[in-house]
């Protein structure tokens, strides 16, 4: 399957008002990127822990109505913060809100704060993705069961690099992988991938490979320099992150001309 590149932001809700989030959803719609993302947290992940942020879902909803062409999505919804059922009613429901643009991305769930402020159990890791083994199951047959069913098959990323457990899971339930592995670990973490794939009978080919652009400032210049190196080990959706108040597309600019240039020669 031979799958076209395509740009994510990552629009990190820290640190800035919301009407600075959602100019920076339209400016990424603007420029052409391909998928806009935020993240399930409660508090900053940088920058300090009692600055500004917001709820993702909400958010979600919002930028649902605020666009038109641009996909939309969390980087990750964490499994352990809302009943499975209820997670896959929302997803539909911002499915149509945005006329089939939703991206339900989730994971297992990492930011110890998070829980221990809103009073979740923490847990272990192991705890937290077999939990997440657990719900999606029950998100496929909601989705299934809900009047009126989404617009699409709602395209699940998931996001987690566990070799035993996180991977099974996107063999079995993912249209796509997120890691944020690079080099010889990535391609190390694909052949186990594939290998889930193949116990169950699935093509990987069906699997889209998401990766976060991982090079500093110095390399902006030439964002093909670390494109190319995840692009020949099987990545094709690239993710930006952008962090408030002030979400610089600069480095932005520079991703989408490298994906023009690659989709037209390809």
């Known amino acids: 399957m031979t799958r076209p590149l395509r740009i994510a932001v990552q629009l990190q809700p820290q640190h800035a008002d919301y009407a600075q989030i959602r100019d920076a959803v339209r400016q990424a719609e603007d420029l052409g990127v391909d998928v806009a993302f935020n ?7 940088s920058g300090g822990r009692d600055g500004k942020h917001f709820e993702c879902w909400t958010m979600l909803a919002a930028w649902a109505e605020q666009t038109t062409r641009i996909e939309i999505g969390a ?9 499975p059922d209820l997670l896959a009613d929302m ?21 110890e704060h998070d829980y221990t402020e809103y009073g979740y159990a923490f847990g272990t890791a192991g705890g937290r993705l077999d939990a997440l083994g657990e719900a999606l199951p029950r998100i496929e ?13 709602i395209p699940v990323l998931i996001g987690g690099g566990g070799e035993k457990k996180a991977l099974r899971l996107v063999a079995q339930h993912a249209d796509v992988w997120h890691t944020f592995s690079d080099g010889d670990e990535l391609r190390h973490k694909i052949e186990v991938l594939h290998r889930h794939c193949a116990d169950i009978g699935r093509d990987p080919a069906e699997i889209e490979v998401s990766v976060n652009f991982l090079g500093g400032p110095e390399r902006e210049e030439q964002p093909e320099v670390e494109g190319e190196q995840l692009r020949a080990l099987g990545a094709t959706l690239f993710t930006v992150g952008l962090t408030g108040p ?21």
């Not at 993240?39 to 992940?45: E, G, I, M, T, V």
């Open 246 to 266: 002030d979400y610089d597309f600069t480095a932005v600019r520079r991703w989408l001309a490298w994906r023009d240039e690659v989709n037209a020669t390809s």
């Open 39 to 45: 993240w399930d947290h409660f508090f900053p992940l």
């Open 141 to 153: 047959s909601r989705l299934a069961r809900l009047n009126p069913r989404p617009t699409r098959d």
């Open 75 to 83: 980087l990750v919804t964490c499994n352990s913060y809302r009943n």
């Open 91 to 111: 997803a539909r429901t911002v499915d149509h809100i945005s006329e089939g643009r939703l991206i339900l991305g989730i994971g297992s769930g990492w930011f």
